[in-house]
């Protein structure tokens, strides 16, 4: 059996891809790839390593599985699997630039992101600025003779703000920039930004794609030989590998990413219209509302919205710490993407880090409140809020 990745859908893909059943001499057709374990792969002659395998921190067969199953899923001729999405960043950088290159960024990324930006790679040389990537004519304002790499993530984190991949990609290839996109927060399932024109496609597979918030991983995904090689160089000599058995916990939460992502969107959706009609919210912030400034481009470039929402309660910090305090279904925690529902406050929580200031200037109130959606019943996700509203 081969799969032909053109003809078959996402959910058959992110079930088979990478894992077909191996039939020959002497294999026993496991329809799960092995877990495999080895460090090391002996070879009987001296020169020809068996299968191209070494040593697992070059090529291991499970992680392989892994990489190819994504790389099917983001349309992706090559895909890499790192032991974080923060060691994939690290790497990815350390791949495409040199001391003195310049990178454009979203002034609303990840905060682990730019703190590698601004107190990492700031230090050896590399030189960083900041837009509203909303606005792509800022981001075509900031391209400066010695800019190599454009860094967006759309929706953006907490506020749900959209960039336009496509004018950006447009953009970025007449200038000579690679554009990295994260998709964390929608998954190939809802976007795949190699099609709208990106270079190079990051995820922190700890969320949607693992799914069940029990394992740390991410991934590089590109179509160009030349920085599958750069990028795959880099991974070998720094180290930042995923191990065989997260790559099988990886393997095995990715095949439900369809019909987990469905769930996600149907609950996400639920729970903002019920928010927008509260009493007691002044704002809900979803792509999937009509009432988003950005619903048009969300329906362009994505085809669905995701299982995270932000709102604001009305009143005070105080107020929306015991409405967190008071959920017993939403798990009070930071991260995202996992089957369980979870809430946070990212004034104190995700982006206490970031000057009050900074938060205020880009909409990051006190009580904003951000929600990753699980897959529960909805009955009881609506009760919970309801309760704790109340
Ligand atoms: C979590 C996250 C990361 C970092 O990934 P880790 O797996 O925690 O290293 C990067 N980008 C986004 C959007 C994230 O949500």
Redo the contacts with the bound molecule.
């Keep these: 059996m081969s799969l032909n990745r053109e003809t078959f859908g996402f959910a058959t893909k992110a079930i088979h891809a990478g894992e077909e059943p191996d039939f020959r001499d002497g294999a026993t057709g496991d329809v799960v790839v092995p877990i495999h374990l080895s460090t090391t792969f002996a070879r009987k002659k001296v020169t020809e390593p068996t299968g191209g395998y070494e040593y697992t921190r070059s090529l291991n067969p499970t992680r392989k599985a892994l990489e190819e199953k994504l790389a099917a899923l983001e349309n992706a001729n090559y895909g890499l699997a790192f032991?974080?999405?923060?060691?994939?960043?690290s790497t990815v950088l350390l791949s495409l630039l040199n001391p003195g290159d310049h990178i454009v960024a979203f002034d609303d990324?990840?905060g682990?992101?730019k703190r590698l930006f601004n107190q990492v790679f700031s230090n050896f040389g590399f030189e960083i600025s900041y837009v509203d990537a909303t606005d792509t004519s800022l981001v075509e304002n900031a391209i400066k003779p010695n800019t190599k790499l454009v860094w967006i993530?759309s929706p953006?984190?907490p506020l749900l703000k959209l960039s336009d991949i496509k004018a950006i990609s447009q953009i970025t290839h007449k200038r000579g920039v690679v554009l990295v996109v994260?998709n964390?927060?929608l998954s190939p399932y809802f976007q795949k930004p190699l099609d709208l024109g990106a270079d190079v496609v990051?995820?922190?597979?700890?969320?949607y794609i693992g799914g069940h918030s029990d394992v740390?991983?991410?991934a590089v995904l590109v179509n160009d030989l030349a920085y599958y090689e750069r990028i795959q160089y880099h991974q070998n000599a720094v180290g930042a590998v995923l191990s065989p058995f997260d790559s099988y916990l990886t393997l095995r939460g990715v095949k439900t990413l369809a019909v987990r992502l469905e769930k996600h969107q149907q609950n996400a959706l639920h729970i903002a219209e019920y928010l927008s009609v509260h009493s007691k919210v002044s704002k809900v912030i979803y792509p999937g509302l009509e009432s988003h400034p950005q619903h048009e481009l969300a329906k362009a470039q994505t085809t669905g919205f995701g299982g995270v929402l932000s709102f604001e309660i009305k009143g005070t910090i105080d107020n929306a710490k015991q409405f967190l305090e008071k959920l017993n279904v939403f798990a009070l925690a930071e991260?995202?993407?996992g089957v369980e529902s979870l809430i946070e406050l990212p004034s104190l929580m995700t982006h206490a880090s970031v000057a009050k200031e900074v938060r205020d200037q880009i909409g990051i109130t006190d009580t904003l409140v951000r929600l990753s959606v699980g897959i529960e019943d909805i009955e009881d996700l609506i009760s919970d809020i309801e309760q704790a509203l109340a």
């Design positions: 032991s974080s999405g923060l060691a994939a960043e990324l990840y682990g992101t993530e953006s984190n994260d964390t927060f990051i995820h922190s597979s700890t969320k740390l991983g991410g991260s995202l993407g």
